[in-house]
C-alpha cells in the first residue's frame, strides 16, 4: 500500500511507517495531521486509484515528529571585473513526520 502525497509544491512517495521531511507545516508536535492532497494511491491488492473521483476519499494521516532547520544552502553571486561579490546563505525551515496510516474511502 502506497500513496502520492503533494505538500510544500512537491510529490512525496510515502508508505505507512515512513518519516519524511516536508516544508514547514504548521502543526504542534506530536500531533497527527491529515494530508488529503493525494495524488495517486494504492491498495494492497495492487489496484491504483488515479483519477479525482477515485481519490475523494482518500487520505493519508501523519505524526509531526519535530520541526527542524534543512541544511544550508549557499547563495553567491558574482560579476567579473567589477569586483561585485556577495555571499548570503538560507536554511528552509522543514517538519519530520512520520506517516501513519493511508484511508482509501470507500
Excluded at 486509484?49 to 532547520?69: C, F, I, P, Q
Amino acid at each position: 500500500m502506497f500513496a502520492v502525497v503533494k505538500t510544500g509544491g512537491k510529490q512525496y512517495w510515502v508508505k505507512p511507517g515512513d518519516v519524511l521531511k516536508v516544508e514547514k507545516i504548521e502543526a504542534e508536535p506530536s500531533k497527527i495531521i491529515t494530508l488529503s492532497d493525494v495524488v495517486l494511491a494504492s491498495s494492497d491488492k495492487g489496484d491504483i486509484k488515479a483519477s479525482e473521483a477515485e481519490l475523494s476519499g482518500v487520505a493519508v494521516s501523519a505524526e509531526v515528529l519535530k520541526h527542524v532547520r534543512n541544511k544550508k544552502v549557499i547563495i553567491f553571486k558574482k560579476t567579473r571585473r567589477h569586483n561585485y561579490r556577495r555571499k548570503n546563505g538560507h536554511r528552509q525551515m522543514m517538519t519530520v513526520l512520520k506517516i501513519k496510516d493511508i484511508t482509501l474511502g470507500k
